[in-house]
């Protein structure tokens, strides 16, 4: 099947609504109080997007970074000479929250009447309750994707963005890969490193990567 460009039609209005988290709730967990706001909050924004780059969420063709925030996107598939199954694959953008249209050569589809959303981002064509092939034509599918940010972020997911932002900050004023340290004979120590217990090949906890992978695509 051809491929389709992919457009972001509104935007995340800020670059507080595609952070997985807040400053005060990471504040909160450092038990420091109202303290080193700016920095933590610019942390926020790289662990933030280091978890969209893992989840390997779709790039528009022109315009922001993308983002779990909630944003309008499109798809647009090109008439083709190659013949189509009954589903369409959406570029990777999660959750879906709804599709408000899809227009298959010049018409508009009913929502399970004429097509039904399935897992994993996907389009099946239908009619009279049975799948049948898309037409090899022109398709725009516009949709609606991503949470409301920080407020509608799984709690779970949201946990452990918290536990990796915490060890950034941490870092800043102590070696990064330190676990622990013993002083009674001199000095020992354990460090956490890439592709080690406790952190991924990915560079994130792995603890967080188990949070990301009901996001991540299957297309990697």
Same mark, same amino acid.
């Given at each position: ?19 997985? #988290? ?53 798809? #647009? ?144």
């Amino acid at each position: 099947m051809n491929s389709p460009l992919f457009e972001v039609v509104t935007p995340a209005v800020s670059a507080v609504a595609c952070r997985l #988290t807040t400053a005060a709730k990471v504040q909160a967990a450092l038990r420091l109080g109202a303290v080193d706001t700016t920095l933590i909050e610019s942390i926020i924004d790289a662990v933030s997007g280091e978890c969209v780059r893992f989840c390997n969420l779709a790039r528009g063709a022109a315009g922001p970074v993308p983002t779990f925030g909630l944003e309008v996107v499109r798809a #647009t598939w090109l008439g083709t000479d190659m013949s189509r199954s009954s589903i369409l694959v959406l570029p990777w953008r999660t959750p879906v929250t709804a599709v408000s249209s899809v227009v298959e050569d010049g018409t508009s589809l009913a929502l399970n009447t004429d097509f039904r959303l399935v897992g994993g981002g996907m389009l099946e064509r239908m009619a009279d309750d049975a799948p049948v092939c898309w037409s090899p034509g022109k398709i725009v599918v516009s949709w609606t994707a991503g949470w409301s940010l920080p407020a509608e972020v799984p709690a779970e997911l949201e946990g452990q963005v918290i536990e990796q932002v915490k060890m950034k900050y941490l870092a800043t004023d102590r070696d990064p890969a330190l676990r622990s340290e013993n002083t009674p004979d001199v000095w020992s120590g354990s460090y956490a490193v890439a592709g080690g217990d406790s952190i991924g090949k990915s560079g994130l906890l792995t603890a967080l990567e188990g949070a990301l992978a009901p996001f991540r695509s299957w297309a990697l």
